[in-house]
């Protein structure tokens, strides 16, 4: 044996004792400080010795990520924060439908109005529309309704959210055409304003909780509808954020979640719901940390604490940006002239009648006919 090998066999050695030292005293570190759990960091995987690092370092999952300033690069938008001070970025440009899942209580809403509120702070309405799909009485997203961005698309049942997405994918068939005309005559390809559409409690919308055939009809249109934003709305700038409290064949279809390649996956009440999410088990072991989640691409997998916007903070964005709708300019929906609005005598905004004739929405009727 020669003096280098020998050499090399002790530096081995050495290391290996180095790192059964750490261990043992990440442990009794992990142990003896409370919020700094090995649990916490376990899904990390960036290192085997990440946990022992967190113990020792302090490297580990926030347990509550305050945000106090939109985030927003492009379409990339912030979700959260991962052990070691990583931020986390979604880009609707670069993977335009995402869903969402978890148990009661886990911070799904939060999540989404993470998203929502960042996006209308530095985006202009030209530059986004917003439809929210709100299965909770429309009570989740209430104070998003008078946003520009917005302004009252937020359906609350399942017929109201038939109509709207109807209307969505006849706007996606319009662009498609467009785009069609500009490739055949060798045109650039035209720019749209994005179409954000924000279901939540998607699975209230499943056929298996319809009270009559009828209101079964109903639902299916609406989830044959959100299949195809899902498979063609990538080049016609529509994106899909879909959360469901209980994911499952019913209330996440294969044809719905199979063109979804962001997931934010909060703590699951099973292994068997965390499957549908993630087709694997790890969001039934998140902590019960309210926020904490898997976000899971193509790239791989991170676990992040979502961050929180403070409830009188969102109240000043909110109000900031409402005020672009006090102004006494007419306005028409950046969604291709869908909803157009006009001056009543009082110098009020009412609802007119819709451009789309084919898309089943009646014009509002008169304020005397309504009275009478």
Known sequence: MTASSGSERRTGVFELMSYATMLAVGSVAACALGDMSLEDTTLIGASPYAAVGAALFGYRIPKRVVVTEPDVQGWRVYLGQTAFGQKVYHDFAAIPHMKAGGATGSGKTKGLELLLAQLVMKKEPSQLEVHIIDMKGGASF???ARLPHVAGRIYADAENA???LENIV?????RLERIRRAREQFLPIPSFPRILVVIDEGGELSPAYAYDKQDEKIRRQCLAYLSTLARVGREPCISLVYSTQRPSNETLPVGIRGQMDATMAFRTQNELDSGILLRNEKAARLPNIKGR???QTPDGEKVVQTGMIPELLLRRWMEDRMDMNRSDK???SCADNVDTFSQDKEGGRRR?????LESGFPPRPPASSMTS
Do not use: D, S
């Open 170 to 174: 006849i706007i996606q068939n319009k």
């Open 330 to 332: 007419k306005e028409t």
């Open 293 to 295: 989640m898997i976000y």
């Open 352 to 356: 007119t009648r819709w451009k789309l």
């Open 142 to 144: 209430a104070h998003f």
């Open 162 to 164: 038939a109509q709207a």
